[in-house]
Nanobody
């Protein structure tokens, strides 16, 4: 059974840092495009950052220059380094894995980890 397990969330003061991790199991991790999404209360889930199987990255404008996504294929893990955190970064952060092959799409979500930025 495929699992994406996030960790690293918590409470941090504005300006602080956190590193989220997402460990994947039961998938050929290296061929999946990975991403972090977030959902704040009352808002839609939004893409924060993505990294392809070839390690190309993209970021939401709101986090550019502050967040960094990376992956370690040997550990089946994707990371999100979050610096200069702001109260508006408060949300549940979800790990996402997707692989498209011909007409097939394989997609998985983690259970989410809460990030709260508050003084």
């Amino acid at each position: 059974q495929v699992q994406l397990v996030e960790s690293g969330g918590g409470l941090v003061q504005p300006g602080g840092s956190l590193r989220l991790s997402c460990a994947a199991s039961e998938i050929l991790f290296s061929i999946y495009d990975m991403a972090w999404y977030r959902q704040a209360p009352g808002k839609q889930r939004e893409l924060v950052a993505g990294i392809t199987s070839s390690s190309s990255t993209n970021y939401a404008d709101s986090v550019k220059g502050r967040f960094t996504i990376s992956r370690d294929n040997a550990k089946n893990t994707v990371y999100l380094q979050m610096n200069s955190l702001r109260p508006e970064d408060t949300a549940v952060y979800y790990c996402h894995a997707v692989m498209r092959r011909l007409l097939e799409k394989y997609e998985y979500w983690g259970q989410g980890t809460q990030v709260t930025v508050s003084s």
